[in-house]
């Protein structure tokens, strides 16, 4: 069972940076692809980024695009995701998952396709 836990969320201005970390421990990760989501107060949760089980593919939500990196770092079993150009509207809790893909080239922010979820971090991007 895989087990995931999500740091480096706080309070930033706008336009500032923030990086998101994703632990894992437990089962091992290297054949999931990880994705993760947010959701503010009153929305439902949105995929945000995810990385590919072979790490050959990532993905983006439009709103994300050009200012968040995904990556992972396989001997630390951590996934990173770099939030640049921060905006207020990035404001939510954020949420690192689990998903299978047959595909290791392939992965969606599609929320109902991934398993284990991490407990989130909150991040506020305020003045």
């Known amino acids: 069972q895989v087990q995931l836990v999500e740091s480096g969320g706080g309070l930033v201005q706008p336009g500032g940076s923030l990086i998101l970390s994703c632990a894992a421990s437990?089962?091992?990760?290297?054949?999931?692809?990880i994705g993760w989501f947010r959701q503010a107060p009153g929305k439902e949760r949105e995929g945000v980024s995810c990385?590919?089980?072979?790490?050959?593919?990532?993905a983006y939500a439009d709103s994300t695009k050009g200012r968040f990196t995904i990556s992972r770092d396989r001997a630390k079993k951590m996934v990173y995701l770099q939030m640049n150009s921060l905006e207020r509207e990035d404001t939510a809790g954020y949420f690192c998952?689990?998903?299978?893909?047959?595909?290791?080239?392939?992965?969606?922010?599609?929320?109902?396709?991934?398993?284990?979820w991490g407990q989130g971090t909150q991040v506020t991007v305020s003045s």
């Open positions: 437990g089962e091992s990760v290297d054949f999931y692809a």
């Open positions: 990385i590919s089980s072979s790490d050959g593919i990532t």
């Open positions: 998952a689990t998903g299978y893909y047959a595909d290791s080239q392939r992965c969606d922010l599609v929320v109902r396709k991934y398993e284990a």
